[in-house]
């Protein structure tokens, strides 16, 4: 080629055949040289040296405070403490009433940490002082067994004869519990085999829950008091549900108003796990059921995580020992599934008004009865693997901020789960009924409908538990709702009868009950309070099967008779609940207004907001409770329970003209 313009072109080359080099592109002017390389490499050399220098002291300061962690640990420790125990003495001073749930708990917490702390370091030495009394009490077990059985049958008659004596009506609530216990005896698997010390302490242990919780003061303080803070606590759910749906939607649509409450609770839970204090709190409540029901520990941890969690996240905690669980440890598993309600649906039942902490105190009784009750069902043949908690560890999550993200994610599933079925079955009953009505169009009875059967089918049930004959049908129609659809639409149902009652609606609108008593809502609060229905079957096979699947056929085999358990351990609640329960209230303020025919009282309590009670002159009868709804009925003076003699006794106290 020729030379133009001062340019030389230089011959063309091809490349391994695949294109062509153009040597005209080489620019060897701007390569760096060796020299320039040298030079680079020496100021990052003397960069890094400078740095050295400068974090030498952070990297000291940081090797001290590793080697002494400990001890800044303590420090720490010390001045949060200390830090503490001024808020604490500046709040008992201030106002010791308003502080009395933050001396309660700081009580309940130094207790725990002082038990963890002399069992950790003094326990060894404490079980060998109490080896001789251990020695003797084992060889001793056999008589001593019996005498205490002895002063349980005892005192059990005698406080049912002495509590009955005024209200004979509870004993029918005596008599279901011994109904359906007498019914799954009968259809157990190996009769022969049940071991009845699960199944005595299990009764015994819920029987003591529902007397502390409904009739010590106490117990009835704390668990209205932890209601309430619960009731307050997801209320907060309205800040998020407001920014993301708008106030509208939110106090309007029960999509927008009670699901999001799922939501917020699931990631609480999840945050609380992370912490540590959900592992705590449900190691300790299965210790507690596994030394005195003499219960594996798998079985009891799962039972016990239902207390707070679905029937599909429990088992979750004892994932690695599922595979080499017994059928009666499966069993157990199910039942405590289908006996209790998670806490984020708890959550949004108590956003329809039903009361917590009977809700509260359903869950917490219905453990220690599903342990009970399975153990009846289908009782132990075989050996378990796992009697000792020391087999059993509690996995604890990483991250706080991951932990609040996946309970929020994982809670998606669950609100979709919700809405659906809720949307399914609701329709699904709207077409039954008019499936119904149609049939019995056809010979003259159009008025039939899905309720309608139920609650000639579940009235015995009902009225067993303690439920007045004429509201038993009622009751009895929420009972079949439960079981054949879920209990999402019955609560729903009892919240309705419960704003009627509140609403002051007149008891029988064109023959059709349109409330029931307070003491019945109680009492069913308890009865639907559990996952088991026919929807939730599905639900059971497929959580379990996807931890398990190895054990996918012995679950399906044993989920139908334990979904039928569970729901006799939520009517054996609800029986418990109906012997203990009687109409009371802690009174407030009485009103007299009298008229020629009639005095009527309104006596303003904390218990059951307010109840208008109306007597005849004549006779003094109770004639029907017409309950209003009041705010702020939280002070305290004097019981009395709503019995006839009593009645008559504050009516004789009262002057009128």
């Known amino acids: 080629m020729t030379e133009q313009n001062s340019v030389q072109l230089k011959g063309v080359t091809r490349a391994n055949g695949n294109g062509i080099d153009n040597p005209a592109f080489d620019f060897e002017d701007i390569e760096e040289s060796g020299s320039n390389k040298l030079e680079t490499k020496r100021r990052k050399v003397r960069l890094g040296g400078y740095l050295s220098k400068v974090s030498r002291p952070i990297n000291a300061t940081e090797d001290?405070?590793?080697?002494?962690?400990?001890?800044?640990?303590?420090?720490?420790?010390?001045?949060?403490?200390?830090?503490?125990?001024?808020?604490?003495?500046?709040?008992?001073?201030?106002?010791?009433?308003?502080?009395?749930?933050?001396?309660?708990?700081?009580?309940?917490?130094?207790?725990?940490?002082?038990?963890?702390?002399?069992?950790?370091?003094?326990?060894?030495?404490i079980a060998e002082c109490c080896t001789p009394l251990n020695?003797?009490?084992?060889?001793?077990?056999?008589?001593?067994?019996?005498?205490?059985?002895?002063?349980?049958?005892?005192?059990?008659?005698?406080?049912?004869?002495?509590?009955?004596?005024?209200?004979?009506?509870?004993?029918?609530?005596?008599?279901?519990?011994?109904?359906?216990?007498?019914?799954?005896?009968?259809f157990s698997v190996h009769r022969a085999?049940?071991?009845?010390?699960?199944?005595?302490?299990?009764?015994?242990?819920?029987?003591?829950?529902?007397?502390?919780?409904?009739?010590?003061?106490?117990?009835?303080?704390?668990?209205?008091?932890?209601?309430?803070?619960?009731?307050?606590?997801?209320?907060?759910?309205?800040?998020?549900?407001?920014?993301?749906?708008?106030?509208?939607?939110?106090?309007?649509?029960?999509?927008?108003?009670?699901?999001?409450?799922?939501?917020?609770f699931s990631s609480v839970m999840s945050i609380l796990y992370f912490l540590g204090v959900m592992q705590w709190l449900i190691l300790k409540i299965s210790w507690v059921m596994q030394i005195t029901m003499g219960t594996s520990a798998t079985e009891t941890l799962s039972v016990a995580g239902n207390i707070f969690v679905g029937q599909t996240e429990a088992p979750l905690l004892i994932r690695p020992y599922l595979q080499d669980m017994t059928k009666?440890?499966?069993?157990?598993?199910?039942?405590?599934?289908?006996?209790?309600?998670?806490?984020?649906?708890?959550?949004?039942?108590?956003?329809?008004?039903?009361?917590?902490?009977?809700?509260?105190?359903?869950s917490v009784m219905a453990a220690p009865c599903a342990l009970a009750l399975s153990k009846l069902s289908y009782p132990e043949t075989e050996e378990s693997a796992f009697t000792s908690e020391k087999n059993i560890k509690v996995a604890y999550e990483q991250n706080i901020l991951e932990a609040a993200s996946n309970g929020a994610s994982a809670s998606i599933g669950l609100v979709a789960n919700i809405a659906a079925n809720l949307i399914a079955f609701l329709a699904?009953?709207?077409?039954?009924?008019?499936?119904?009505?149609?049939?019995?169009?056809?010979?003259?009875?159009?008025?039939?409908?899905?309720?309608?059967?139920?609650?000639?089918?579940?009235?015995?049930?009902?009225?067993?538990?303690?439920?007045?004959?004429?509201?038993s049908f009622t009751v009895a129609e929420?009972?079949?709702?439960?079981?054949?659809?879920?209990?999402?639409?019955?609560?729903?149902?009892?919240?309705?009868?419960?704003?009627?009652?509140?609403?002051?609606?007149?008891?029988?609108?064109?023959?059709?009950?349109?409330?029931?008593?307070?003491?019945?809502?109680?009492?069913?609060?308890?009865?639907?309070?559990?996952?088991?229905?026919?929807?939730?079957?599905?639900?059971?096979?497929?959580?379990?099967?996807?931890i398990c699947p190895s054990r996918k056929g012995d679950i399906s085999s044993l989920v139908l008779r334990a979904m039928i358990t569970g729901t006799c351990v939520s009517l054996v609640n609800s029986c418990i609940a109906g012997?203990?329960?009687?109409?009371?209230?802690?009174?407030?303020?009485?009103?007299?207004?009298?008229?020629?025919?009639?005095?009527?009282?309104?006596?303003?309590?904390?218990?059951?907001?307010?109840?208008?009670?109306?007597?005849?002159?004549?006779?003094?009868?109770?004639?029907?409770f017409l309950g209003k709804k009041l705010e702020n009925t939280v002070l305290f003076s004097f019981c009395i329970s709503l019995s006839k003699e009593s009645l008559d006794k504050l009516f004789k106290t009262m002057q009128f003209n």
């Open 193 to 264: 085999e049940v071991m009845w010390r699960p199944v005595f302490w299990g009764l015994g242990l819920q029987f003591c829950i529902g007397l502390f919780v409904i009739r010590t003061q106490p117990g009835f303080i704390a668990f209205e008091w932890l209601g309430k803070q619960v009731q307050t606590f997801l209320n907060y759910t309205i800040a998020g549900s407001s920014f993301v749906f708008g106030p509208e939607l939110t106090a309007k649509v029960f999509a927008f108003q009670a699901l999001p409450i799922v939501v917020f």
């Open 328 to 362: 009666s440890e499966i069993h157990a598993v199910m039942v405590g599934g289908f006996a209790t309600i998670a806490g984020s649906v708890m959550g949004a039942f108590i956003s329809f008004g039903i009361d917590p902490s009977s809700l509260i105190s359903a």
């Open 579 to 624: 012997k203990i329960q009687y109409l009371y209230l802690v009174i407030r303020d009485v009103t007299i207004h009298s008229t020629p025919d009639t005095i009527r009282f309104t006596i303003l309590g904390s218990r059951y907001d307010s109840l208008t009670i109306y007597f005849t002159k004549w006779d003094r009868r109770q004639i029907f």
């Open 478 to 546: 929420l009972i079949g709702t439960k079981l054949f659809l879920n209990e999402f639409v019955a609560y729903e149902k009892l919240a309705t009868l419960k704003i009627n009652r509140l609403n002051g609606l007149d008891e029988l609108i064109g023959g059709e009950r349109q409330w029931i008593s307070v003491r019945s809502e109680i009492i069913t609060t308890y009865a639907l309070c559990g996952f088991a229905n026919m929807s939730s079957l599905g639900i059971v096979i497929g959580g379990l099967a996807s």
């Open 135 to 186: 020695t003797c009490f084992k060889s001793n077990l056999r008589w001593l067994k019996w005498v205490f059985l002895l002063v349980v049958v005892v005192l059990l008659v005698c406080w049912l004869a002495l509590d009955t004596s005024k209200r004979p009506e509870q004993l029918i609530s005596f008599g279901g519990v011994c109904m359906f216990i007498l019914l799954i005896f009968l």
């Open 64 to 125: 001290y405070i590793k080697a002494h962690s400990v001890i800044f640990k303590s420090i720490v420790l010390g001045i949060l403490g200390v830090g503490y125990v001024a808020y604490f003495i500046a709040a008992c001073v201030l106002d010791f009433q308003r502080a009395t749930a933050l001396v309660v708990l700081t009580v309940l917490a130094v207790f725990a940490k002082s038990y963890e702390l002399i069992k950790k370091y003094k326990g060894d030495r």
């Open 428 to 471: 699904i009953l709207e077409f039954i009924n008019n499936a119904l009505s149609w049939f019995g169009g056809m010979v003259g009875f159009p008025e039939i409908t899905f309720e309608l059967l139920c609650s000639y089918v579940f009235m015995p049930v009902a009225f067993m538990m303690g439920i007045p004959y004429d509201e």
